[in-house]
């Protein structure tokens, strides 16, 4: 992972848990 990607999987992530 490239820490753009983890940046936008931790967005999804809150997205998702909102």
Known sequence: H???AL???LLIC???CM
Do not use: D, F, P, Y
Request: avoid cysteine; charge should be positive; charged fraction near 55%.
């Open 14 to 16: 809150m997205k998702k």
């Open 7 to 9: 940046r936008l999987e």
């Open 2 to 4: 490239t820490r753009i």
